[in-house]
């Protein structure tokens, strides 16, 4: 066996796992609007368990109403909830994984309109990121919700599951407590460390009394909040032996807050793989319980080694289980080449979640979260399915047409797939997504679909082999603004930048701060480049309130590119690029101009299309310029409905 560790078997208080892999919890939004679980959030999870992984732990289930963190978490603050939440672990138990269920309360990190009342929390001190005002929980308040845990974990018991996890992490009610960042309380809940841990460890005594002695309970920590005035590792390696003397049989070691920079607790493409492992291993110096490990780590290398070193006793797969629910069955089988990789881009899972308040996804993989829909049925008939364009969109309806038995062409007019990925997984950190075209590669190999390059369709090929079907995937092309002297030799796309076909000339000037403009700033500048951005709006179109956007302003700020807004370009003359700022005229000297100023999109062939009344989807940037998110998820859909 390949990762001998990683697939021996570990017992918590009792529990034993076929594995050491863990699936994190991670809210997605599938739950009813009354926080009973769906069909959807139990196909989902079930799928999960399918694919291998040894322990599955819920996401967030509220043990108080008034603890839900987004409007449809899951609830467990009553018997009702029992019926509907035992089917997890019945789901589960089929595929030989263990269920544990996440106890929660999100304290001050939570909407009035989530709970529909005030939020409550140690202190009245606003969430940094979400400034909703809240209240300071009274001592009664604090008794009751150390009894809601227990009664909760009562409930999870009796529901089936095999284990609890009290959420303890990333700036949740139990967190605030811990924390003299958000406990600013002066009665015998705030003030010493002593002081600070009486709430939580109140709460593991009352839910160890309540389930018995040989029930496995464990804890979910930041090991360190990584804010200013926030507790850090040495108060967590104080507090760690001070749980386990209180019942705890493990403890799963995450890091960061909401408001930690970079946001760590979900730490986007520019960490390290492992970054968080040595926290694990200083908790595991002082305890003498299991400590899970977790943090960007989707390398199973890496994961057996850190067991294998002792730095974490098992190792979580967060994001990775939302991008390929097969993987550990994957990694046990030897089948790496057919991993479809997690990238960390953190766009269609905790960014959908967070930001655009919808349920969770994954970017890369268009079937998360639809897993109760079952497969899209075969195609009757089979018809012959052409697909324009071998982007992102296009391959993803590739692979989806060709699942449902149609006799797929792909037809790209470059000389390699992959449209924009080409080009997007060239910046630093960015190289897995080119792993996605990679896989989905292999993917049409075996099914038997090719992929034909350098091959521009026309009008009149298509009127001659006549496709029963197209799938119109022929992404964008740049665009510029009417700028006099843009046609200038020393003007380039960012694109032909990213992809070498150009040569490097510095210094440079981008014009266009959005992802593109940001990106190819920091590849030039991590090419010993100095760039100038300018962007026309006053604010930067990338926030820093993104894990991605924060570090990109950080590598781009250190290594000396500058970034300047409201900068409203007037004309290139003579390699200068002269532009309006206010009422004052600057200039900057380039000897390269990168243009990054958006894309159109490119839709040649749908009038042939029509008139030949072929059938035809239009997908990704070819119907609008959007993420690699969108591309995927309608390419797939087109090759599911075509
Ligand atoms: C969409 C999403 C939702 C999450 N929700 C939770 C949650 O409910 N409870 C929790 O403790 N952590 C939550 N996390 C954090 C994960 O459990 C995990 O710690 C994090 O993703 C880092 O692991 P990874 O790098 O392997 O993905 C969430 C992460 C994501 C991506
Ligand atoms: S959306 Fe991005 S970060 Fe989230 S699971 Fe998918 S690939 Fe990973």
């Given at each position: 066996m390949q990762f001998p560790h990683l697939f021996s078997s570990v017992t918590i208080n009792g529990m034993t796992l076929k594995n050491r892999a863990v699936m994190p919890p991670m809210g997605t939004g599938y739950g009813n609007p009354d926080s009973t679980v769906s069909d959807r959030l139990v196909a989902y999870l079930s799928r999960r368990a399918q694919g291998g992984t040894g322990l599955i732990i819920t996401?967030?289930?509220?043990?108080?109403?008034?603890?839900?963190?987004?409007?449809?978490?899951?609830?467990?603050?009553?018997?009702?909830?029992?019926?509907?939440?035992?089917?997890?672990?019945?789901?589960?138990?089929?595929?030989?994984?263990?269920?544990?269920?996440?106890?929660?309360?999100?304290?001050?990190?939570?909407?009035?309109?989530?709970?529909?009342?005030?939020?409550?929390?140690?202190?009245?001190?606003?969430?940094?990121?979400?400034?909703?005002?809240?209240?300071?929980?009274?001592?009664?308040?604090?008794?009751?919700?150390?009894?809601?845990?227990?009664?909760?974990?009562?409930?999870?018991?009796?529901?089936?599951?095999?284990?609890?996890?009290?959420?303890?992490?990333?700036?949740?009610?139990?967190?605030?407590?811990?924390?003299?960042?958000?406990?600013?309380?002066?009665?015998?809940?705030?003030?010493?460390?002593?002081?600070?841990?009486?709430?939580?460890?109140?709460?593991?005594?009352?839910?160890?009394?309540?389930?018995?002695?040989?029930?496995?309970?464990?804890?979910?920590?930041?090991?360190?909040?990584?804010?200013?005035?926030?507790?850090?590792?040495?108060?967590?390696?104080?507090?760690?032996?001070?749980?386990?003397?209180?019942?705890?049989?493990?403890?799963?070691?995450?890091?960061?807050?909401?408001?930690?920079?970079?946001?760590?607790?979900?730490?986007?493409?520019?960490?390290?793989?492992?970054?968080?492992?040595?926290?694990?291993?200083?908790?595991?110096?002082?305890?003498?319980?299991?400590?899970i490990g977790v943090g960007r780590i989707n390398n199973p290398e890496l994961a057996d080694q850190a067991i294998a070193r002792g730095d974490a006793d098992l190792i979580s797969f967060g994001r990775q289980h939302l991008t390929d629910p097969d993987f550990i069955n994957k990694v046990r089988d030897g089948a790496l080449d057919d991993i479809r990789w997690c990238t960390a881009c953190n766009q269609g899972c905790i960014e959908r979640l967070s930001f655009e308040m919808k349920s969770a996804t994954c970017s890369f993989n268009p079937e998360c979260g639809g897993e109760h829909k079952g497969q899209a049925p075969k195609a009757k008939p089979s018809k012959r399915v052409w697909v324009i364009g071998a982007g992102p969109a296009g391959l993803s309806a590739a692979m989806a047409a060709s699942a449902r038995g149609h006799k797929v062409k792909v037809f790209e007019k470059e000389e390699k797939p992959g449209g924009q990925l080409l080009s997007a997984s060239q910046p630093p950190h960015k190289s897995a997504f080119k792993d996605w075209l990679i896989w989905s590669l292999r993917q049409l190999k075996k099914s038997s679909t090719p992929v034909h390059c350098q091959n521009l369709i026309s009008k009149e090929e298509i009127k001659q082999h006549m496709p029963e079907a197209v799938i119109l995937a022929c992404g964008a092309y740049p665009v510029t603004l009417p700028i006099p002297g843009l046609d200038s030799e020393k003007v380039v796309d960012a694109r032909d930048v990213l992809t070498g076909k150009v040569e490097l000339k510095s210094p440079a000037v981008v014009l266009g701060a959005g992802y593109v403009g940001m990106e190819t700033a920091d590849y030039l500048l991590s090419k010993g480049i100095p760039v100038t951005v300018l962007e026309m709006q006053a604010f930067p179109p990338v926030g820093k309130l993104t894990a991605h956007g924060y570090w990109l302003h950080k590598r781009i700020k250190s290594a000396g590119g500058r970034l300047i807004f409201g900068a409203q370009v007037t004309c290139i003359e003579a390699g200068d690029v002269r532009y309006r700022q206010g009422d004052t005229e600057r200039m900057e000297n380039a000897a390269m101009i990168v243009t990054a100023m958006g894309a159109k999109s490119d839709n040649s062939l749908e009038d042939v299309l029509k008139e030949l009344s072929i059938p035809y989807i239009i997908v990704g940037d070819a119907k609008s310029p959007r993420r690699v998110l969108e591309a995927i998820h309608e390419g797939h859909r087109a090759g599911g409905e075509i």
């Open positions: 996401e967030v289930c509220a043990v108080d109403a008034r603890g839900k963190g987004f409007p449809n978490e899951i609830g467990i603050w009553s018997d009702a909830f029992i019926p509907g939440l035992a089917r997890i672990p019945e789901a589960l138990h089929l595929f030989g994984a263990k269920a544990a269920l996440q106890l929660h309360h999100a304290g001050r990190e939570t909407f009035e309109d989530a709970i529909g009342t005030i939020p409550e929390a140690p202190s009245a001190i606003p969430s940094v990121i979400l400034g909703q005002p809240c209240e300071a929980m009274s001592l009664e308040r604090i008794t009751q919700l150390v009894e809601a845990f227990a009664s909760a974990a009562g409930r999870a018991k009796e529901a089936g599951f095999d284990a609890v996890e009290l959420h303890g992490a990333h700036g949740y009610l139990l967190n605030q407590f811990l924390s003299p960042f958000s406990n600013q309380r002066d009665d015998k809940y705030g003030g010493s460390d002593e002081s600070r841990a009486r709430f939580v460890l109140e709460i593991i005594a009352a839910v160890r009394k309540k389930v018995g002695n040989d029930f496995p309970v464990w804890i979910r920590v930041s090991a360190d909040e990584l804010v200013r005035g926030g507790y850090d590792l040495s108060f967590m390696q104080k507090f760690a032996p001070m749980m386990v003397s209180a019942g705890v049989d493990a403890i799963h070691c995450s890091v960061g807050v909401y408001s930690t920079p970079g946001g760590l607790s979900i730490a986007s493409m520019d960490t390290e793989p492992g970054f968080n492992l040595f926290r694990a291993r200083a908790l595991k110096d002082v305890v003498h319980v299991p400590v």
